[in-house]
């Protein structure tokens, strides 16, 4: 069984930082590409951040120079670090792992985080 666990979301003030986690199991994390996604109420789920195995990461421009993805292999997990949030930055926060070999992926349950003041 493959199992992703997001934690770390929560209400926070604009401008503040807040970081969410995600801990995978039930995979061999090192193989593969990693993403956070978003969505907000009414909205599509749009793609973050994501840390593929070969080649750069990419976030997208609304929370460049805010958000930062980062994992840990050998605590399989994918963090995102956010800073300087906006209201505009509420959603359920979402963890995305793919197996390249073979497009399959996994996500996990979401973690809410609400930036209000």
């Known amino acids: 069984q493959v199992q992703l666990v997001e934690s770390g979301g929560g209400l926070v003030q604009p401008g503040e930082s807040l970081r969410v986690s995600c801990v995978a199991s039930g995979i061999t994390f090192s193989d593969y590409d990693v993403a956070w996604y978003r969505q907000a109420p009414g909205t599509q789920r749009e793609l973050v951040a994501k840390?593929?195995?070969?080649?750069?990461?990419e976030h997208v421009a609304s929370v460049k120079g805010r958000f930062t993805i980062s994992r840990d292999n050998a605590k399989n997990t994918v963090f995102l670090q956010m800073n300087s949030l906006k209201p505009e930055d509420t959603a359920v926060y979402y963890c995305n792992v793919k197996y390249p070999i073979l497009a399959k992926s996994y996500w996990g349950q979401g973690t809410q985080v609400t930036v209000s003041s």
């Open positions: 840390m593929p195995r070969v080649g750069s990461t």
